[in-house]
């Protein structure tokens, strides 16, 4: 059966003289849309490329095991393998010629690990696509896959560097590359799995030193590297006339009142790791009405505001720092580091945390194509049993405005024992402005909702524990969307790095 195929689209300009036949003979691939690229220009406008699972020398073995017959034209076509953990020999021919000549054999192979194991890991999908999302991708941080629409994985992070596995915020940049958080550490690493950029491990902003980062890393446009890290106080409350006041130091030494305090700061980095601007909540919180923040903490700590998203408007230079626990949104101006205001509660003395109108527990900020705030609120702080929300605002445009909803839409769950969603989420706007969304927490749903609240997609991350019988959930952080247009430069510029080793 002949499937027609799409030409691969190659943005970035790789130099290197003549064309070359992709993938690297003998390559070892750790995605199963492969690009094949023929070493001539097409002798007519339509040519094919055999496909045979396994490692054949001859053209009797290797005609016998065809899988798949793609008809193609240009040079260069992205094409889909069936298997992880296999190998393929391939070639190529113009069935119109009369000579009949077809090119040499030539062989790669996929990678394969427990994330693509579809019996331990799956994502079911439980809404189809509709026409409009069907050549999307979606990558899941719970194990650093990448899945087509119906749920089958195309791609994962290799263990080859020591970085494979569960990370968080999985991100795509314009290079194109992905960035990722783990453990505490930072990458940004090529498609085939090559590390790009490690930041910085020892930091002068914290005082131990060492930089811990958590909850968002980005590449901005400029190239800098913009992500949180975490500072630890020791403070110690002092209440005077009715009023509260925080002290904080570095001694970790300090006992009797004192208790540790945690607070975060924002690093941006350039290409060679060096600190270009910083931001630390420590310097500006204390003073204001968060010294009478009651919220809760952990047991061992005096307080955490839990800074746990941030955008950064390049074109305004304003940043927007989330903080869950103080359910707050700061608005931040850049490179000065003034506060320029902030969305979501105001403290008072003797008043618990009551959570603010809009949102609370909330994760993920961004802006619309058309201006508006946006932002995943987890919407588990003030009611026990409640679904997040997808929120959209319009900031006031002068002094004495009000902050103002202009749309939301209310998750939904089709696991009923499922009732609170206090940790992860995020939303993605689409080129169409629609949303793709994922819900976090232990009910990790992934859907995609347009602004007329219709969904057009929609799928659960699942896991199966050999205890049990059956898959269920598995939690997930954060989760991503991109399109078949830019997977295919990631996939160009993998096997085009190649070239030259």
């Given at each position: 059966m002949f499937k027609i195929c799409l030409t691969g689209i190659l943005l970035l300009m790789i130099t290197h003289s003549g064309?070359?036949?992709?993938?690297?003979?003998?390559?070892?691939?750790?995605?199963?849309?492969?690009?094949?690229?023929?070493?001539?220009?097409?002798?007519?406008?339509?040519?094919?490329?055999?496909?045979?699972?396994?490692?054949?020398?001859?053209?009797?073995?290797?005609?016998?095991?065809?899988?798949?017959?793609?008809e193609c034209t240009g040079t260069e076509n992205v094409l889909e393998v069936p298997f992880f953990g296999a190998e393929y020999t391939w070639r190529f021919y113009y069935p119109g010629l009369k000579t009949g000549k077809k090119s040499k054999l030539y062989h790669f192979s996929t990678m394969k690990n427990e994330h693509v194991d579809t019996s331990k890991l799956r994502l079911r999908v439980t809404k189809p696509a509709t026409v409009a999302c069907r050549?999307?991708?979606?990558?899941?941080?719970?194990?650093?896959?990448?899945?087509?629409?119906?749920?089958?994985?195309?791609?994962?992070?290799?263990?080859?560097?020591?970085?494979?596995?569960?990370?968080?915020?999985?991100?795509?940049?314009?290079?194109?590359?992905?960035?990722?958080?783990?453990?505490?550490?930072?990458?940004?690493?090529?498609?085939?799995?090559?590390?790009?950029?490690?930041?910085?491990?020892?930091?002068?902003?914290?005082?131990?030193g060492v930089e811990k980062y958590h909850h968002e890393f980005v590449k901005l446009s400029n190239g800098h590297y913009m992500i949180m890290g975490m500072q630890i106080l020791m403070c110690k409350e002092i209440s005077v006339h009715d009023s509260n006041y925080i002290v904080t130091s570095p001694d970790r030494s300090l006992i009797g009142n004192y208790k540790p305090g945690r607070f975060g700061t924002l690093v941006e980095y350039d290409e060679k790791?060096?600190?270009?601007?910083?931001?630390?909540?420590?310097?500006?919180l204390p003073g204001t009405d968060f010294d009478y923040y009651k919220g809760e903490a952990d047991t061992n700590l005096r307080f955490d505001p839990h800074e746990n998203a941030f955008y950064f408007d390049e074109q305004k230079k304003i940043v927007y720092l989330g903080f869950r626990n103080l359910d707050r949104i700061l608005k931040i101006e850049y490179p000065s580091g003034k506060i320029l205001g902030f969305y979501g509660e105001n403290f008072k003395p003797g008043m618990p945390s009551q959570g603010s109108g809009f949102f609370c527990n909330q994760h993920n900020i961004s802006r619309t194509h058309d201006g508006l705030l946006y932002y995943f609120n987890n919407n588990s702080c003030k009611i026990q049993d409640s679904l997040p929300?997808?929120?959209l605002l319009q900031e006031p445009s002068e002094a004495g405005d009000n902050l103002k909803k202009v749309w939301e839409y209310t998750c939904t769950a089709d696991d009923t024992k499922i009732k609170r969603f206090p940790s992860g989420g995020n939303v993605i706007e689409l080129p169409d402005y629609s949303f793709f969304v994922c819900m976090g927490s232990e009910y990790s749903k992934m859907?995609?909702?347009?602004?007329?609240?219709?969904?057009?997609?929609?799928?659960?991350?699942?896991?199966?524990?050999?205890?049990?019988?059956?898959?269920?959930?598995?939690?997930?952080?954060?989760?991503n969307i991109i399109t078949r247009k830019y997977l295919e430069q990631l996939i160009w510029s993998a096997e085009k790095k190649n070239i030259s080793k």
């Open positions: 064309a070359q036949i992709l993938p690297i003979e003998g390559s070892k691939l750790n995605y199963r849309m492969v690009g094949f690229s023929i070493n001539e220009k097409p002798k007519q406008q339509v040519y094919n490329i055999e496909i045979a699972g396994g490692n054949f020398k001859d053209s009797t073995s290797f005609s016998r095991n065809i899988i798949n017959v793609y050549d999307y991708f979606v990558s899941v941080d719970a194990g650093g896959v990448l899945y087509d629409m119906k749920g089958n994985p195309v791609w994962f992070i290799p263990d080859t560097n020591g970085i494979g596995g569960v990370m968080g915020d999985l991100n795509f940049t314009p290079r194109p590359s992905l960035t990722f958080i783990r453990n505490v550490d930072a990458y940004e690493i090529g498609f085939d799995g090559s590390i790009l950029w490690h930041a910085p491990t020892h930091s002068y902003l914290v005082d131990t790791g060096k600190l270009v601007w910083s931001w630390k909540s420590s310097d500006h929300t997808i929120v859907f995609i909702v347009n602004r007329d609240k219709e969904v057009l997609w929609s799928a659960l991350p699942e896991k199966h524990h050999e205890s049990e019988p059956d898959f269920r959930g598995n939690r997930n952080y954060r989760a």
